[in-house]
């Protein structure tokens, strides 16, 4: 068998990957290495700009693992096989575990759609908006939802929804919650909008 120089890795037949043992206690922040840890390792050093005795781990390639850290040896077949499938049980499971979740949020999602529904229908077509707002209502006051008017905004519609949503906009330079946006700022009214608009075109003048 032949190998040309520049050849990097192990050669065929060698083992492909390295069972390394930590050796050491890292700092737990940069480096969180444990005594006795047991890490695997392709058997290929990392090149510059990485320090010699750099080694891509299995599973996360991104993430090195140093012959400073762990000491390394061949892994056998039956260690690197036993490694590998934990890894893609472990990342079956949490696959798994991430569909459920996905499935239960999107009939939450939908039931609140369906009932959201209902209450259009009983405004238009049936007793009304009074009645339709009742479908409205049992949806929040059974999880508990109904919104406290002492809490901040409990009183204002808009501002509640701009204050609560998901990803709300950057907060008004007033103070108040935002439901518009221009150049990365959020305004609370048009008239903070427009205010903000004038005082930029006035700073554009000057300079
Ligand atoms: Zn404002």
């Known amino acids: 068998m032949t190998t040309t120089p520049e050849a990097a890795g ?75 499938e934990a890894r893609l049980a472990a990342a079956a499971d949490e696959l798994a575990r991430a569909k459920k979740l996905t499935n239960d949020l ?39 939802f109904i919104p406290d008017e002492d809490e901040p905004y409990g009183k204002e519609a808009q501002a509640w929804y701009d204050a609560n949503r998901a990803d709300p906009f950057p907060t008004c330079f007033c103070g108040r919650p935002s439901n518009s946006l221009w150049m990365g700022k959020g305004f609370c009214s048009n008239a903070h909008y427009e205010q903000h608009r004038a005082e930029v075109e006035a700073q554009k003048k000057e300079g």
């Open 10 to 84: 192990p050669a065929a037949g060698a083992s492909q990957l390295l069972k390394g043992i930590g050796k050491i206690d890292g700092d737990g922040f940069k480096d969180t290495t444990r005594k006795g840890e047991v890490v695997f390792v392709y058997a290929q050093p990392l090149p510059e700009p990485y320090a010699p005795g750099q080694y891509p781990r299995v599973g996360n390639t991104g993430y090195s693992a140093s012959t400073q850290q762990y000491d390394f040896a061949p892994a056998t077949v039956d260690e690197a096989r036993e490694h590998i």
């Open 106 to 144: 999107g009939k939450i999602i939908h039931d609140m759609t369906v009932a959201q529904q209902a209450a259009w229908i009983e405004w238009q077509h049936g007793k009304g908006a009074d009645a339709a707002m009742t479908w409205i209502h049992n949806g929040l006051a059974g999880p508990g």
